[in-house]
T-cell receptor, first 111, second 113 residues
Framework: GQQVMQIPQYQHVQEGEDFTTYCNSS?????IQWYKQRPGGHPVFLIQ?????EVKKQKRLTFQFGEAKKNSSLHITATQTTDVGTYFC???????????FGTGTLLAVQP | IAGITQAPTSQILAAGRRMTLRCTQD?????MYWYRQDLGLGLRLIHY???????GKGEVPDGYSVSRANTDDFPLTLASAVPSQTSVYFC????????????FGQGTRLTVV
């Protein structure tokens, strides 16, 4: 079945450093979504990418969808303590549209 | 306030007991999902429903059942709980089955002893 993997599983950075998480799907995706889950909270939608090679920015966050629509990345410039949490990518299973989540990357930011 | 509500917030359950986790949304979303979250394994899909009256199996459906009698409610039932079902359970919904953002409930922390 469809698998969505993320690396790294965990990243610890000093405040001000950059951070990147990578998402790889075993199948081509029609779109990809990114979510953030704060410690003790629930996942919250950040953004959706649809087009091959698409790049979107939200302040210090840059999201990219690969040309083959099988991978994606989230880059955070100059991390802040408010960026702490787990970042998930998610994509629809083509046949059924069920939403499959990646394994997540836990980001810790040391002040 | 419109949203998605889960109940209970947490529960300790004896192994072998039956348990239903409740999920209700008032956004008139067609698609609903149940996920379990375990450390290091991310969010794994248990069951889903693309529209009222239909359900489907996710990645880890064994030991769980769901029903979708109407648009608003999507209960998840553990027929005979086992310790490996100890997890945090999230219900989610989205307007349509494809291509829209998902909204999550606050989660249910279930411990099976």
């Amino acid at each position: 079945g469809q698998q969505v993997m993320q690396i790294p599983q965990y990243q610890h950075v000093q405040e001000g450093e950059d951070f990147t998480t990578y998402c790889n799907s075993s199948t081509t995706l029609s779109n990809i979504q990114w979510y953030k889950q704060r410690p003790g909270g629930h996942p919250v939608f950040l953004i959706q990418l649809v087009k091959s090679g698409e790049v979107k920015k939200q302040k210090r966050l840059t999201f990219q969808f690969g040309e083959a629509k099988k991978n994606s990345s989230l880059h955070i410039t100059a991390t802040q303590t408010t960026d702490v949490g787990t970042y998930f990518c998610a994509g629809p299973n083509g046949a059924t549209n069920k939403l499959i989540f990646g394994t997540g990357t836990l980001l810790a930011v040391q002040p | 306030i419109a949203g998605i509500t889960q109940a209970p917030t947490s529960q300790i359950l004896a192994a072998g007991r039956r348990m239903t986790l409740r999920c209700t949304q008032d956004m008139r979303h067609n698609a609903m999902y149940w996920y379990r979250q375990d450390l290091g394994l991310g969010l794994r899909l248990i069951h889903y429903s693309n529209t009222a009256g239909t359900t489907g199996k996710g990645e880890v459906p064994d030991g769980y059942s769901v029903s979708r009698a109407n648009t608003d409610d999507f209960p998840l039932t553990l027929a005979s709980a086992v310790p490996s079902q100890t997890s945090v359970y999230f219900c989610a919904s989205r307007k349509t089955a494809g291509g829209t953002e998902a909204f999550f409930g606050q989660g249910t922390r279930l411990t099976v002893v």
